[in-house]
């Protein structure tokens, strides 16, 4: 009856095991490391940055416990603080010897002294958050009213190309506020704009306005289209911020919307909040230039002569030095996406999609230099770099564009990604920052281990006692929750905050509640006259539908919390589901393996060690005495 088959003790075996695998490497603590990730977008960090990280520690007689490749960064780590430091100047020194325009970013960072052969299983640490590790906290307000202005003004260069190119006669189009106003003479050319805009510009309302010669035509996005420019506006700022935190070397950096035009920007580990502004406030543009190939540009990049007047000389990405002429032909803000395709060949290439103007513009520059290279050129802290510069092999009227030639998948993938995101959609503006300092992170960690442990503790030795033998397998339930749990957040690779810690020692209150219904059901069937093996099985099939309810009941409001919530809210509710779920599994089945292996073997138990089990007393009903009743 109280048996469990080999193969549930098994699986209790394997997941005993698997929580102990990757809980393991949140016991090791961390160690200094120093990261170096590119501070140019137009620069790739690849594996081959390992063998030169190597040298340079070689060669300053550095020793790493290891240097590792990791995505797009290259992380080694370090005994202590003192060689980290030393690490850090040899290596800046080797990779930017211009320390005015680094090349690449050498940041201090802290790596999980976990064991190489952990690593190689993907066994690693929970994140830390912010209030754990220490850092810089930013709420920032995006624009939202320049995001619309920026989009009123590109509605305003399509309407007039729209209209010259089916001749229809206007008398000026301006822009007031967000609203495109375009005038005529006649109402017989304003009902022909009006069906014209209303077929080629349908997130556009056009309304008639005016009358006799004061006849208008003005248009307003609708609130729909509205809604859509403000949110991808903002999502492209956040997409923008993620690339230039990884400047910084953060491990777990938080970059996520509150509300309708917020983003919150949490950066673990970094101190130095002037330089986070300079790196999330940065400014990059892109330009469109002809290249020079005349017979001075070549000489002058020969080394026999200056560039030729009106002329600049920039680095071409992977080509070397390059000379450009200083005229910019067209902007980034002509640029609508930048995509990733394949040519007629079947090659990858580049696909680019220019709004209006940028398409009336780029159709003349491609039909008058037939043969010649154009150069796209990102901006950024004041320096330019040539992302591609590709021959011009025909006219192109429509506006899209396709760039190809010697370039691989991820090459088109990285020019795509550096040409979509070079700059923010529209400003944002600080306006709430703090600085949290390592030392209180770690007495946060402290204090947070401490709740942890001694809740732990309190609620493990009330049940030893209140249950005796059953509160000791209750107590070990509990232990292999927090085991689950623990290795659930790593696998997870979760982050770990203040809110999270308050919801593990929740976790442990809510999780032992099922034991107490289990040991309690167990009693209640005991008094009832039923065997010990009886009340065991009774006892754990009968509060079984009581325990579902009750943490089904609790699974939806914690997921109410993870979808609705956020920041602290959402990493609260995310440890307090997967805790209602590892505290099913382990006070249900684990608790009950440990029950069946302990009392399973005994076939004729007299009694189980479960606390003190009060019978009813026996019912005395005193005799009845007839009372005569008196006249």
């Known amino acids: 009856m109280n048996r469990y088959p080999l193969w549930k003790y098994a699986i209790l075996l394997v997941a005993l095991l ?177 069906n014209l805009l209303s077929n080629q510009l349908p997130d556009v309302i056009w309304t008639a306005q005016g009358e006799g010669s004061d006849l208008r035509l003005a248009g307003n996005l609708n609130p729909k289209a509205q809604v859509a420019v403000q949110d991808a506006a903002l999502k492209q700022n956040i997409t923008t911020l993620h690339n230039r935190v990884n400047e910084l070397g953060v491990s777990e950096p938080v970059i996520q919307q509150q509300g309708l035009d917020r983003v919150v920007v949490q950066l673990p580990g970094v101190q130095d909040t002037a330089k986070a502004k300079d790196i999330i406030g940065r400014t990059a543009t892109l330009e469109l230039r002809m290249v020079d190939d005349g017979a001075e540009a070549l000489e002058a990049l020969k080394g026999n002569g200056p560039v030729p007047f009106g002329t600049e000389r920039f680095i071409d990405r992977g080509f070397g030095p390059i000379i450009v002429k200083r005229q910019v032909v067209l902007t980034g803000d002509a640029l609508v996406d930048a995509q990733t395709g394949f040519d007629e060949n079947q090659q990858p290439s580049v696909d680019l999609t220019l709004d209006a103007k940028g398409a009336r513009i780029f159709k003349d520059l491609t039909r008058e230099n037939i043969g010649k290279r154009m150069a796209i050129i990102l901006f950024e802290k004041g320096k330019g770099e040539v992302v591609t510069a590709p021959v011009i092999r025909g006219e192109i009227p429509n506006g899209r564009v396709k760039i190809s030639g010697a370039m691989t998948t991820q090459d088109a993938n990285d020019t795509a990604l550096l040409l979509r995101a070079g700059s923010l959609a529209a400003p944002m503006e600080i306006i709430e920052e703090k600085t949290i300092g390592p030392s209180l992170g770690k007495e946060n960690i402290e204090k947070g281990i401490a709740s942890v442990t001694w809740g732990f503790v309190a609620v493990a030795a009330f049940m030893c006692v209140y249950y005796l033998l059953f509160g000791v397998f209750s107590s070990l339930a509990l232990g292999f929750n927090l085991l689950l749990l623990v290795a659930a957040l790593s696998v997870m690779q979760a982050t770990l905050s203040l809110p999270g810690i308050a919801a593990i020692a929740l976790v442990l209150g809510m999780a ?73 599994f382990s006070s249900v089945v684990f608790s009950r393996g440990l029950v069946n292996l302990w009392y399973g073997r005994q076939k004729k138990l007299k009694s189980v060690s479960i606390g003190q089990v009060w019978k009813p007393e026996l019912d005395v009903t005193p005799e009845k005495t007839d009372v005569a009743a008196k006249a």
């Open 18 to 194: 698997i929580g102990a695998l990757y809980t393991l490497p949140n016991l090791f603590g961390e160690a200094p490391a120093v990261q170096v990730s590119s501070a140019k977008v137009t620069v790739k960090v690849d594996a081959s940055m390992t063998s030169r990280i190597e040298a340079a520690l070689q060669q300053a007689g550095v020793k790493a416990d290891f240097v590792q490749f990791d995505g797009n960064s290259v992380k080694a780590r370090f005994a202590d603080t003192d060689t980290q430091l030393k690490a850090k100047d040899a290596i800046s020194k080797a990779l930017n010897p211009e320390g005015a325009d680094p090349t690449y970013i050498v940041a201090l960072n802290l790596l999980s002294r976990s064991p190489q052969w952990l690593t190689s299983l993907h066994a690693n640490p929970m994140y830390l958050g912010l209030d754990l590790r220490g850092g810089v906290h930013f709420l920032m307000q995006v624009d939202m009213k320049a995001a619309l202005t920026k989009k009123a003004e590109a509605l305003t260069g399509d309407a007039r190309t729209m209209l010259r190119d089916k001749n229809i006669r206007h008398a000026g189009i301006t822009r007031d506020g967000n609203t495109v106003q375009i005038a005529f003479r006649d109402a017989e050319q304003r009902t022909a704009a009006q």
């Open 512 to 584: 032992i509640d099922s034991n107490v219904l289990i040991n309690e059901r167990v009693r209640e069937e005991l008094r009832g006259g039923a065997t010990p093996h009886q009340a065991i099985h009774l006892g754990y099939e009968r509060a079984w539908a009581t325990i579902l309810d009750s943490n089904v009941t609790t699974l939806i409001a914690g997921v109410a919390l993870l979808v609705f919530g956020s920041g602290p809210i959402k990493g609260f509710a995310v440890v307090h589901c997967l805790g209602i779920l590892t505290s099913m």
